[in-house]
C-alpha cells in the first residue's frame, strides 16, 4: 500500500558528495516527520537526520555541518545532501516517514525504505 524508494547511493572519494532521493508512493492520506538513518556493518542503526514536515530538522553530531536533509511535500519526497563524506560514512542509508493510509487515516506509522548502499573509499 506505501512504498518508500531509496536512490542516489554509490561509492565516492573521501571529501566527495551524493545526494539521496527518497520517494513515497501508493495510497497515503499524510506524511508526518520523514528521516534517514543508516546502519554500518556490525553496527546498530542510527539515525543520521530527520525533518517535520513544517521544514523543522534535526541532525546527528556527526554530520552537522556536512549534510542537509530536506523534503518537498508536493512531491512526497524526502532529499539527503551528503557533503565532505568520510569513510565513517560508510554505510546502508534507510528512509523512514511516519505515514497515514487513505485506509486508516486516523492512525499513522512509520515505513522504512529498502536502503540504498553509500561506500566512502579512495
Known amino acids: 500500500q506505501v512504498q518508500l524508494v531509496e536512490s542516489g547511493g554509490g561509492l565516492v572519494q573521501p571529501g566527495g558528495s551524493l545526494r539521496l532521493s527518497c520517494a513515497t508512493s501508493?495510497?497515503?492520506?499524510?506524511?508526518?516527520?520523514m528521516g534517514w538513518y543508516r546502519q554500518a556493518p556490525g553496527k546498530e542503526r542510527e539515525l543520521v537526520a530527520a525533518?517535520?514536515?513544517?521544514?523543522?530538522?534535526n541532525y546527528a553530531d556527526s554530520v552537522k555541518g556536512r549534510f542537509t536533509i530536506s523534503r518537498d511535500n508536493a512531491k512526497s519526497t524526502v532529499y539527503l545532501q551528503m557533503n565532505n563524506l568520510k569513510p565513517e560514512d560508510t554505510a546502508v542509508y534507510y528512509c523512514n516517514a511516519h505515514i497515514a493510509t487513505m485506509y486508516r487515516s486516523y492512525e499513522a506509522v512509520y515505513y522504512w525504505g529498502q536502503g540504498t548502499q553509500v561506500t566512502v573509499s579512495s
Open positions: 501508493g495510497s497515503i492520506f499524510s506524511i508526518g516527520s
Open positions: 525533518i517535520t514536515r513544517a521544514g523543522s530538522a
